[in-house]
């Protein structure tokens, strides 16, 4: 399993410079089928993050949208059936090849959607169920990605959208020259990405996989270590200031946190989770961009705390 993610996310990586932490993430959150939200200014391939998860998968059907204050529920989830609604009085939407048939699906500036829209996300994301008339429908959603060049505005009532977003990272422009000269020549598009089709996750084996996640042992060792990380964002330092937050996380994204561990596990070929699968996770905890250094210092002083101690 571990050189199966390997190969997958060294060809998704082709052309893509600087964005490792970006797809590794991303790809570990469709394993346990959760989201992500990019967070930095236009043209830093946050959309390109998106298309590329979608090659993982077999035969994955991708859903992108741009959205804006005008933005309407029927862009994104289907325009409602005239024929159904005349024919038998009947409320429904065509959902083909819209957000609800989606496996991988893109939304851009999701802040600027209405609260119709985002009401329905609540749902889909966190259940990955939609109401399509009088039924309910299981999605064949694996991950959903957003992106923003800002926080959601405070008192606007976006905070239970904000916190559906389990995996939280910032984009920001290449950084290294010899990269960057590298992408100014690099050709390479989305047509390029080869994956050998027996690599590639199916329906089939994905279920499975969830399956097993579940089950994934989490060792005492690893709970104490969560204790800590969890004692400590009382008092998360502010780089180059005097400042010190309590940084909120809800026992809901907590739960998402430990299946994620179990979900990085399971692709490390480990029937438990280990104090490494930890390190990634300051990116599901800040909630502004100025706490991801603090605590990103918490979560490497939790994971020594057990060999420091040891040698007291």
Known sequence: ?????????????????????????SLLAALAGESVILLGPPGVAK?????????????ARNFEYLMSRFSTPDEIFGPVSISKLKDADKYERIIEGYLPTADVVFLDEIWKAGPAIQNTLLTVINEKLFRNGDSEIHLPLKLLVAASNELPAQGEGLEALWDRFLIRIECKNIKEEK????????????????????????DSEYRQWNAIINIIVIPKNVLQCISIIRKALGSVVIATTDERHNVYVSDRRRKKIVRLLRASAFAHDREYVSLADLMPIYNCLWQEPEEIEGIQAIVIRALFSEFSNDLV
């Open 47 to 59: 959309s390109m993050v998106a298309r590329r998860i979608k090659f993982a998968f077999q035969d």
């Open 1 to 25: 399993m571990k050189e199966r993610i390997q190969s997958i996310l060294h060809a998704i990586n082709k052309g893509i410079y600087e964005k490792d932490t970006e797809l590794s993430m």
């Open 179 to 202: 990269n960057f000269h590298s992408m100014l020549l690099d050709e390479c598009d989305d047509s390029g990405v080869a994956i050998s089709p027996e690599i590639k996750i199916n």
